[in-house]
């Protein structure tokens, strides 16, 4: 069963940061190409990043490019997201999805991990 | 990299059918046939229901079609049932190897 737990979210302050990952299985997670997507409460969603399957090709919205950085660990079957500078605007659940093999989409999707920027 | 253009929401009755439009630029919808669908009930993950424009995942109902034109993109949703009540977002690539979702539209049956 292809399962995608992400962690490591939290309430942190303004200007703080925090490293989300996300724990793939049932997959052989070297092999896909990988996604963060989060939602704002009671907003769309909003694509953040992708990775390679390789790590050698990583992309960003315009809205973190220099705050966000994406990163994986094949040997770990783990994805992660270094969130820094963060603001009031970043508050959302982050999830981890995965592209779909073959087609330009995502097929599956984490539970989310929910991040909330206050003071 | 704005958001995709939705319409907020769409209803229709039981049986009928209905349209979710999905417009964007040239150097997105219009410049790809890489346009992907997702539905999403409330408190859920999104689940993808059409890819590269017109093509349906394994076990989606052939009730949902997707096409394009130009610069939009469209979701039809024929026979419309109660449990299609949920909010669905366009996904398309972009020129800069980035990727744009949807503003969304909410269904209401």
């Known amino acids: 069963e292809v399962q995608l737990v992400e962690s490591g979210g939290g309430l942190v302050q303004p200007g703080g940061s925090l490293r989300l990952s996300c724990a793939a299985s049932?997959?052989?997670?070297?092999?896909?190409?990988m996604n963060w997507v989060r939602q704002a409460p009671g907003k769309g969603l909003e694509w953040l990043s992708y990775?390679?399957?390789?790590?050698?090709?990583?992309y960003y919205a315009d809205s973190v490019k220099g705050r966000f950085t994406v990163s994986r660990d094949n040997a770990r079957n783990s994805l992660y997201l270094q969130i820094s500078s963060l603001r009031a605007e970043d508050t959302a659940v982050y999830y981890c999805?995965?592209?779909?093999?073959?087609?330009?989409?995502?097929?599956?999707w984490g539970q989310g991990t929910p991040v909330t920027v206050s003071s | 990299q704005s958001a995709l253009t939705q319409p907020a929401s769409v209803s229709g009755s039981p049986g009928q059918s209905i349209t979710i439009s999905c417009t964007g630029t040239?150097?997105?919808?219009?410049?790809?046939?890489?346009v992907s669908w997702y539905q999403q009930h409330p408190g859920k993950a999104p689940k993808v229901i059409i890819y590269?424009?017109?093509k349906r995942p394994s076990g989606i109902s052939n009730r949902f079609s997707g096409s394009k034109s130009g610069n939009t993109a469209s979701l039809t949703i024929s026979g419309l049932q109660a449990g299609d009540e949920a909010d669905y977002y366009c996904?398309?690539?972009?020129?800069?190897?980035?990727?744009?979702f949807g503003s969304g539209t909410r269904v209401t049956v």
């Open positions: 040239s150097s997105d919808v219009g410049g790809y046939n890489y």
């Open positions: 990775i390679s399957t390789s790590s050698r090709n990583m």
């Open positions: 590269d424009v017109s």
């Open positions: 996904y398309s690539y972009t020129t800069r190897s980035t990727y744009v």
């Open positions: 049932g997959f052989t997670f070297s092999g896909y190409s």
């Open positions: 999805a995965r592209t779909c093999t073959k087609a330009v989409c995502i097929d599956f």
